[in-house]
């Protein structure tokens, strides 16, 4: 490969720290050269006629390692002593990145009242979509390639392959039919897109290459991995007065696609969450470590920075002796003051978060917990009760905000509508669906704008030869960026319809109306189908002459602001005093999506986010080994994914009185709101749960073996 001269892979996101440095990027290369930096970095590619052979080839690879120090800690890694990385880079240290303002955070802290402070560790977790990895390359014709690639990003896939083998796009097709789910990890570029191409081209043959599990666990993107430290200053009556957080962000051994990004860019913009707090500032400190190199997965940033603000909140009720909801209550930006500017920058266009909270509580029958909570004693069960209030960035935006804080590529969305010959639809869109129902949503979009049935409208995603463009699906990103591409396009075609029906009625465009698949002269009886429109526009008997022929057109959104969703999460859990062992009884969400496209899918959408979250609260630990940087977790034996068991009824409403103001759909994503607001609700009913035996903080994952731990290790007031 490098006789080929094949590129290294470049991030598509390069952060600045606080002093206008650039972050340290070294080079990542599809095979290692001359140093491994993380187990599960390649060193060799065998290529056989069955999988069964390359495996039996691979055993006979020798591989002479001189052992270098491992460091898997970031904070180790920091150190002035700690053994280097990269030759290319100074330190470990990647970025120092710092957001608001630390001046009127210092005044505040210093006539506060009270000060809450926290050390947090938001856990390293591994991705576990049902089907691993894979890529196929077929180059046999010599000519264009075809990659198939499990991917949530097809065009920047096929963009990062075409760089470093230095061939045009168009030299390259990417497809990426259903992928077996993707979580943001399959949102990222990987060493065996760019390996199976090459190899592919230069053996002039399709090459397959298909993850095993363990692979997996050893190679994929992890998520999170977060060492904070966070202060919170109120005044007497607990009233937040300034937030002051110090992240130091584990990056793993190589600066991945958007690894950068993740906590620093994103992270750090929600540290305002649905508070009114007058004063913030925030550092947050990206790290190599010898470990997989750390990106977005579902949440990527957001439940951190929830998670930091909701456990915040619980410390300082427990400090001022105030009820959880009504520190909150006192806090919570109300809905008068939208448009809201948070001191860090991000502006809320539209919110009502104390309705939202209200009505969490209603449903969650939170008056009614002390005496449920008197009940469980009687029989030795300690019961907890825990919220969380969120914020989500959905639909990362706008580009231009976004590359002038150095991302490397657009986040708008391309949607194209062809409306064909019989009036059926194909709508082909940059986004790509690994779960999140768009085949039904977009057709919806569709169907409920142009009035025809779902069964006559096809949405296609994931091939870079048949969709214009596109920047994938990551973020929450499709509906209010995707989503929109495509409410656009069929607006741009319902207007070129009109002119042709005006034409086809002898009247004026201005004139016509548009409604249930109906063209009309308003007010007049005299109508024409989008059927018999879509007929003329492609059989021109009668076809004005002023305009192109066909019915088809394309629409680019970039979305002025992030699409803010927003929520509020409870849980309630009984832990058994003997064996620490928890159990979720009970789980409510009020999500404040904007307008809701299909109940079923975001519900859905919910279910699957608190899954996960439940996972990150109790079950999931990715660990290394401290000397050697070997993988302890490497398979789903040693790694506890949630199962089906663990799972409580979830009780989901959503609260559609606050559409988004500045797209066409007034929609909001949904894709990562139970990941966000689940770990923080759930951590926080444990510690209510056990802080009457004088527990205050366990760290996560909450196993019941770190809870039993905590309960002996109490006082048992
Ligand atoms: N929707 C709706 N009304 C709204 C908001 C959303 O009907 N107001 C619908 C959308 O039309 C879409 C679905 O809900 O069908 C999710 O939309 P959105 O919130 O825009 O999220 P994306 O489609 O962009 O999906 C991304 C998001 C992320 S970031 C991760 S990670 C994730 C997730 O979705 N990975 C998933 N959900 C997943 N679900 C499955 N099954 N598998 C994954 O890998």
């Known amino acids: 490969m490098a006789a080929d001269d094949v590129g290294p892979m470049a991030p598509f996101w390069a952060i600045q720290s606080a002093d206008g440095t650039p972050m340290a990027e070294p080079p990542r290369f599809a095979l290692a050269r001359g140093t491994v930096r993380h187990v599960g970095e390649a060193v060799a590619a065998l290529i056989a006629e069955s999988a069964d052979q390359a495996r039996d080839a691979a055993e006979l690879v020798q591989v002479d390692y001189e052992p270098l120090p491992a460091i898997v800690d970031a904070k180790a890694a920091m150190r002035k002593k700690a053994p280097l990385l990269h030759e290319s880079a100074p330190s470990n240290v990647c970025f120092r990145f710092a957001r608001g303002d630390e001046a009127a955070v210092g005044k505040a802290f210093a ?19 049902i089907e691993p990895r894979a890529v196929i390359a077929d180059g046999s014709a010599g000519g264009k390639l075809t990659l198939y690639c499990a991917t949530q990003v097809p065009h920047l896939i096929r963009r990062a392959v075409s760089e470093q083998l230095k061939l045009p796009q168009t030299a ?14 399959k949102g990222k570029h990987y060493p065996e897109e760019t390996l199976v191409a090459w190899a592919a081209r230069r053996l002039r043959r399709p090459i397959k290459w298909i993850a095993t599990r363990s692979e997996s666990f050893l190679s994929d993107n992890q998520g999170r991995d977060h060492q904070t430290h966070a202060e919170l200053a109120l005044d007497s009556e607990g009233h937040f007065l300034a937030l002051r957080v110090d992240t130091i962000a584990n990056l793993g051994a190589y600066v ?37 190199p750390t990106d977005a997965y579902r949440g990527a940033g957001r439940p951190e920075a929830c998670y930091v603000l909701e456990r915040l909140a619980d410390e300082a009720a427990d400090m001022l002796k105030l009820d959880r909801a009504e520190i909150r209550r006192r806090n919570l930006i109300p809905a008068d003051a939208m448009p809201y500017k948070t001191p860090i920058g991000p502006v809320y266009d539209c919110g009502n978060f104390p309705k939202v909270f209200a009505r969490l509580l209603e449903i969650a029958g939170y008056d009614g917990f002390a005496q449920r909570r008197r009940t469980a004693a009687r029989t030795a069960r300690l019961r907890g009760f825990g919220i969380a209030c969120y914020v989500e960035s959905s639909g990362v935006a706008p580009s231009r905000f976004a590359t002038a804080l150095g991302a490397r590529i657009g986040f708008f969305e391309a949607a194209t509508i062809r409306v064909q010959p019989d009036g059926s639809v194909q709508a082909l869109v940059g986004t790509h669906n690994h779960g999140q129902g768009h085949a039904t949503t977009f057709a919806q979009i569709i169907s409920s704008r142009f009035g025809i049935p779902l069964s006559s409208i096809e949405i296609i995603e994931g091939d870079t030869d048949r969709v214009p463009f596109g920047s994938g699906t990551f973020g929450s990103r499709s509906i209010a960026v995707g989503g929109s591409a495509i409410d656009n396009a069929a607006a741009k075609i319902i207007e070129k319809g009109k002119r042709i029906a005006a034409h086809l009625l002898e009247a004026s465009a201005a004139d016509m109306t548009f409604g249930n698949g109906v063209f009309s002269i308003a007010g007049t009886d005299r109508r024409v189908t989008l059927r018999e429109v879509a007929r003329v526009a492609y059989i021109p008997k009668a076809y004005p002459a002023e305009l192109e022929l066909g019915l088809a057109d394309t629409a680019v959104y970039d979305p002025p602001a992030f699409a803010w969703s927003n929520g509020a999460h ?97 929609a909001k994503g949904c894709g990562e709101a139970g990941s966000i607001g689940a770990p923080a609700a759930i951590v926080n009913a444990v510690l209510d749960a056990l802080r009457p035996l004088g527990v205050t903080d366990v760290q996560l994952p909450l196993t019941s073996e770190s809870v039993w731990q905590a309960i002996r290790a109490s006082d048992g007031r």
């Open 570 to 666: 409870a849980c309630e859990v009984e832990i058994d005093r003997d064996t620490g062992e928890i159990r979720v009884i009970g789980y409510w969400g009020v999500d404040d999506v904007g307008t809701v496209i299909n109940p079923m899918i975001v519900e859905g959408q919910i279910q699957g986010g608190v899954a996960q979250g439940l996972g990150q609260a109790l079950r999931e630990r990715c660990v290394y080994d401290l000397d050697t940087g070997q993988l302890l977790s490497g398979s789903l034996m040693d790694y506890a994914l949630p199962r089906a068991s663990d799972m409580p009824v979830i009780v989901s409403e959503l609260d559609e009185s606050q559409p988004c103001t500045h797209n066409p759909l007034g």
């Open 172 to 185: 390259i097709r990417l497809v990426a039919p259903d992928v077996g789910g993707g979580f943001g990890y």
């Open 256 to 292: 991945s696609t958007f690894g950068a990004a993740i906590p620093s860019a994103i992270y750090t913009a929600l540290l305002a969450g649905v508070y009114r707090t007058p004063a913030i500032a925030i550092r947050s400190t990206g790290v190599f470590t010898n470990t997989s």
């Open 111 to 129: 006539g506060a009242a009270h000060i809450v402070r926290l050390d947090l560790i938001n856990n390293r977790l591994i991705g576990a979509a």
